[in-house]
């Protein structure tokens, strides 16, 4: 592009210093790095300084962290989750009831009661108070959120498998799908060692298997179970009713599953703080430079 | 870097143009064949019509789940109703033989029947759960006859998409689409478990629709109306639902 901008006399190199061979990309991992050249690393956040090395006119293709597609679809699930927390716990106010199987009402027992009040009269919460009433715009939110969440676990599902992204960065590396290699990972992460030049590129064992049981375990129970609370699309699919053990026991499944995401949620931000929060936010946002900038 | 290439230039504007047509396409197949909801514009608008649309493009003649009679709740909750009128309780007082339901709109013969007159129509029992967009639910026997049996007593004319129906109070009102409205459990329920339909569930008549949440179950049903279209109706959403900010379909 640029040359084509050049030969049109439409613009110059913006950094004439970045063409000497002097200049070229010293980032590790791409093409034209030496490991025998001696290599200072900077200080935690060094990356600026390696950022105008890559404004070469002919741009080294950069590995980037994660994919533009791992990009999109992230921010697009953040974005549906957020919104079917808010609306969730709007609709969960109104009934803050939970009982197992098919059934479940104001007259038959709870298996537990949330200690909170209602946002309708209906329910016996034990308090003088009642919640303002926001079930319609919750509902909607909620279902078009959840669209939004289904849809973008179709793309990255499709094109993890296809791509080999599952097998490649979720799925444990061989050798490691193993107790003794997640106990070894997570004894790492408590005496606070570096972490492995591999996981500059991909996870390590102990992310994969969060992910994988994100992924393919905790966000599939939850789509199910909230579909085995419709009444139209049980009667389409009467088994998923029966898998999730009845009504009312997959609402409440549906809650604890909403609680073990947003613990995970919670870790998951904890980890990116601790490990260098704008670092991991440039890696998932714009792409974050090359792989060499992580973890330096 | 903000040059474009030519070529670059035209695929994205041969990429767009297929892509509004397709669109366009899309959309009016959807409006033919009944994939649109009446509150398919505003925020939330994309999510109503994909729930809608992929309802009815996969599930429109599912039947809802039925139940043993084992599972049939002993202590079933009526949800509060609005205190009854005096015009109610005069009715109530003489065990409802006053009760008139009323078939107009687009129907070859218009109608008035009683719940006598809709007694001697086929009988149908369903047991059913009674699910609330709260989260409760319960499950109970009800009987009635279908609304189809009505609807094809009174003839439906050609080009009827929506069924309205309204409650003895002329502010709760609703409409369904025509395979909802002909949908074999879509019952003018007059019974529950073995005795006439209480009053705090609908009595003397509630249309129920399994397939839905049950606030479009309306109780006290007294008119239904064949229309070929709900923008003249209240705001034009289809039922008080989405004037409330509720969906107008409630299959989920």
């Known amino acids: ?296 | 870097m903000s040059l474009i290439s030519r070529r670059r230039l035209i695929t994205t504007g041969l990429a767009t143009a297929a892509g509004a047509t397709g669109l366009g396409v899309a959309a009016k197949l959807s409006r033919k064949y009944g994939l649109v909801p009446p509150d398919c514009k505003g925020v939330y608008g994309a999510g109503e019509t994909l729930t809608y649309g992929a309802e009815r493009l996969f599930a429109r003649h599912a039947m809802a789940r039925e139940f043993p009679r084992s599972m049939i709740c002993e202590k079933p909750f009526a949800n509060e109703i609005a205190p009854p009128t005096d015009a109610f309780k005069r009715m109530q007082a003489r065990n409802f033989v006053d009760w008139r339901l009323t078939i107009d709109g687009l129907v070859e013969h218009p109608m008035t029947l009683s719940l006598a007159d809709l007694k001697t129509m086929p009988v149908h029992s369903q047991i059913t759960e009674v699910s609330c967009e709260e989260g409760w639910s319960h499950i109970a026997e009800w009987i009635g006859t279908p609304l189809s049996n009505v609807l094809n007593e009174a003839g439906l004319k050609p080009g009827v998409r929506y069924i309205y129906y309204r409650a003895v109070e002329p502010y709760l009102w609703e409409t369904i689409d025509v395979d909802e409205a002909m949908h074999p459990q879509t019952l003018l329920t007059m019974g529950m478990n073995d005795g006439d339909l209480p009053v705090g569930f609908g009595g003397p008549l509630r249309l129920r629709l399994p397939r839905q949440l049950g606030y479009k179950s309306l109780k006290f049903v007294i008119h239904i109306t064949a229309v070929d279209s709900v923008k003249n109706i209240g705001k034009g959403l289809g039922s008080i639902d989405p004037e409330a900010g509720y969906s107008w379909y409630a299959g989920i």
């Open chain 1, 1 to 296: 592009m640029q040359e084509w901008a050049i030969r049109h006399g439409r613009g110059r190199p913006r950094d004439n210093r970045a063409s000497t061979p002097a200049n070229t990309n010293h980032s590790p991992g791409t093409p034209g790095w030496n490991p025998t050249q001696t290599y200072v690393p900077g200080p935690r956040f060094s990356c600026y300084s390696l950022r105008v090395a890559t404004l070469s006119p002919v741009k080294p293709k950069i590995e980037r962290r994660h994919k533009v597609i791992v990009r999109v679809t992230h921010w697009l699930t953040v974005v549906a989750f957020l919104a079917l927390v808010v609306s969730g716990l709007e609709i969960v106010i109104s009934h803050p009831r939970f009982y197992w199987g098919e059934v479940g009402n104001v007259n038959m027992k709870p298996a537990f009661t949330l200690p909170i009040p209602a946002s309708r009269d209906t329910v016996p919460t034990g308090y003088n108070y009642q919640w303002p009433d926001q079930n319609g715009w919750s509902r909607y939110l909620h279902f078009e959120a959840a669209w939004v969440l289904v849809l973008t676990a179709l793309v990255y599902g499709v094109w993890g498998l296809v791509s080999g992204h599952f097998r490649r960065n979720i799925i444990p590396v061989r050798g490691e799908r193993n107790w003794s290699a997640v106990l070894s990972r997570m004894a790492k992460y408590l005496r606070r060692a570096p972490p492995d030049k591999r996981e500059e590129k991909s996870y390590n064992v102990l992310q994969r298997v969060t992910y994988l049981v994100v992924i393919f375990m905790l966000f599939p129970a939850i789509i199910l179970t909230g579909l085995a609370m419709s009444p139209s699309f049980v009667g389409a699919f009467p088994a998923i009713a029966l898998i999730a053990g009845g009504k009312q026991t997959a609402r409440t499944l549906h809650f604890f599953l909403t609680w073990s995401l947003i613990a995970f949620m919670i870790v998951h931000v904890a980890m990116i703080a601790i490990s260098g929060f704008w670092r991991r936010m440039r890696a998932i946002t714009i792409g974050g430079g090359s792989a060499a900038e992580e973890d330096r």
